[in-house]
């Protein structure tokens, strides 16, 4: 079956610093991979979607790859910054839904 | 807009009672996914549902557990006889018909804890 696995379970950076997330899939060719932030009590908020056919997207301080090759997504987020400190789950879709991973809890220190 | 609204957001049962999820999606939005979040763990589908109709229900346990999302009114989660296992919490989104794979709203959730 389908399985998401996400670099680490915490990831602690000094503010100003790049955050590199990894995402890896496995048993699935997705057609799209998806980022979310939460934060403790509350419910996933949309940051990016990255197609099977782009290999980058940006949007602001964040980026996102996707390498179909090594069945892997890299969610940057550069010049960090305390207030980006929350958990990051990426998703790709299967089927008509989509399956999320376990999640990485980045802690931003000032 | 409001946004994805669920209620009630804390919801306590003994067990052996009945839980029911409440979930009003976005305006425009008719397509609607329940997932359950247990702590420290991933989100995991449970069902997917367009008006009056359940798309995918392959994530969903097949006893105790319904949904429904009626032509009017909001998309309901029920749980049946409630157990201790059944505690966590309960998120809903959803997505408008023309780009249903470009990205969820979720709500806020609503946190079951069985007794």
């Known amino acids: 079956s389908q399985k998401i696995e996400q670099n680490s379970e915490a990831l602690n950076i000094q503010e100003g610093k790049t955050a590199t997330l990894t995402c890896n899939y496995t048993?699935?060719?997705?057609?799209?991979l998806q980022w979310y932030r939460q934060d403790p009590g509350r419910g996933p908020v949309f940051l990016l979607l990255i197609r099977e056919n782009e290999k980058e997207k940006r949007k602001e301080r964040l980026k996102v790859t996707f390498d179909t090759t090594l069945k892997q997504s890299l969610f940057h987020i550069t010049a960090s910054q305390p207030a980006d400190s929350a958990t990051y789950l990426c998703?790709?879709?299967?089927?008509?839904?989509?399956?999320f991973g376990p999640g990485t809890r980045l802690s931003v220190l000032p | 807009n409001a946004g994805v609204m669920q209620n009630p957001r804390h919801l306590v049962r003994r067990r052996g009672q009945e839980a029911r999820l409440r979930c009003s999606p976005m305006?425009?939005?008719?397509?609607v996914y329940w997932y359950r979040q247990l702590p420290e763990e991933g989100l995991k589908f449970m069902v997917y549902?367009?008006?009056?109709?359940?798309?995918?229900e392959s994530g969903m346990p097949k006893e105790r557990f319904s949904a429904e999302f009626p032509k009017e009114g909001p998309s309901i989660l029920r749980i049946q006889q409630v157990v201790r296992g059944d505690s966590a919490a309960y998120f809903c989104?959803?997505?408008?018909?023309?780009?249903?794979?470009?990205?969820?709203?979720f709500g806020s959730g609503t946190r079951l804890t069985v007794v």
């Open positions: 549902l367009q008006k009056e109709n359940i798309i995918d």
């Open positions: 989104a959803s997505s408008p018909p023309e780009t249903p794979n470009y990205g969820y709203t």
């Open positions: 048993n699935y060719s997705p057609a799209y």
């Open positions: 305006k425009g939005h008719s397509h």
């Open positions: 998703a790709h879709n299967y089927g008509q839904n989509f399956v």
